[in-house]
């Protein structure tokens, strides 16, 4: 089977894209070449209840168990990846926020370019130039990870990442140099 996948097919399996290794997608993050853009972590379900608000975590949907742990996990992983401290930005919503802070990474910032705009597809266009502002006015040589949401990923870069997986993007033309899977 393997022979038939070919190289592409293996880092898919593996969570990559075609494209940088995964060491040098760390090398990547760690001297601020790149960006890591972040689906937050398991959260059970899809969009959020009816008459949810940003205020009150209790009416959206949020973080599982398993979704704590994933992004306590993630952020070891950064860490054994040799970064210990990075520039955080986060959606508002609280799964994102959770994700964020469960990282353990610095502080965190929350940025309105992150915010999601499931249902409402016309924003797309606007938010996603938002997000590319916030990328190109983030401190340079720093690692920096933005946690946000599958509709804002899927809109920038055309992947639809999985809870938890990260796409590095080049810092300057925002091109995709490849894919963390979350585990």
Same mark, same amino acid.
Request: positive net charge; aromatic residues 4%.
């Given at each position: 089977?393997?022979?038939?996948?070919?190289?592409?097919?293996?880092?898919?399996?593996?969570?990559?894209?075609?494209?940088?290794?995964?060491?040098?997608?760390?090398?990547?993050?760690?001297?601020?070449? &790149?960006?890591?853009?972040?689906?937050?972590?398991?959260? =059970?379900?899809?969009?959020? =209840?009816?008459?949810?608000?940003?205020?009150?975590?209790?009416?959206?949907?949020?973080?599982?168990?398993?979704?704590?742990?994933?992004?306590?996990?993630?952020?070891?992983?950064?860490?054994?990846?040799?970064? +210990?401290?990075?520039?955080?930005?986060?959606?508002?919503?609280?799964?994102?926020?959770?994700?964020?802070?469960?990282?353990?990474?610095?502080?965190?910032?929350? &940025?309105?370019?992150?915010?999601?705009?499931?249902?409402?597809?016309?924003?797309?266009?606007?938010?996603?130039?938002?997000?590319?502002?916030?990328?190109?006015?983030?401190? &340079?040589?720093? =690692?920096?990870?933005?946690? +946000?949401?599958?509709?804002?990923?899927?809109?920038?870069?055309?992947?639809?990442?999985?809870?938890?997986?990260?796409?590095?993007?080049?810092?300057?033309?925002?091109?995709?140099?490849?894919?963390?899977? =979350?585990?």
């Amino acid at each position: 089977m393997i022979r038939v996948l070919g190289l592409a097919g293996i880092l898919w399996l593996c969570g990559l894209s075609p494209g940088m290794a995964m060491p040098e997608l760390w090398q990547a993050l760690r001297s601020g070449e &790149a960006v890591a853009l972040m689906r937050h972590a398991e959260a =059970p379900g899809t969009g959020d =209840p009816a008459g949810f608000r940003l205020d009150d975590c209790s009416t959206q949907r949020n973080l599982s168990a398993a979704g704590r742990d994933q992004a306590a996990r993630l952020g070891e992983r950064f860490r054994s990846n040799g970064i +210990t401290g990075a520039e955080i930005r986060s959606s508002a919503w609280c799964r994102c926020r959770d994700t964020a802070s469960g990282l353990g990474l610095g502080p965190v910032q929350v &940025a309105a370019p992150l915010n999601s705009f499931f249902g409402a597809s016309g924003r797309a266009e606007d938010a996603t130039a938002g997000l590319r502002q916030l990328i190109a006015g983030l401190p &340079a040589g720093k =690692p920096a990870v933005l946690v +946000t949401h599958q509709v804002n990923i899927t809109a920038l870069t055309g992947i639809y990442p999985r809870s938890g997986e990260m796409v590095v993007l080049r810092r300057d033309g925002l091109a995709v140099l490849g894919r963390l899977a =979350p585990d």
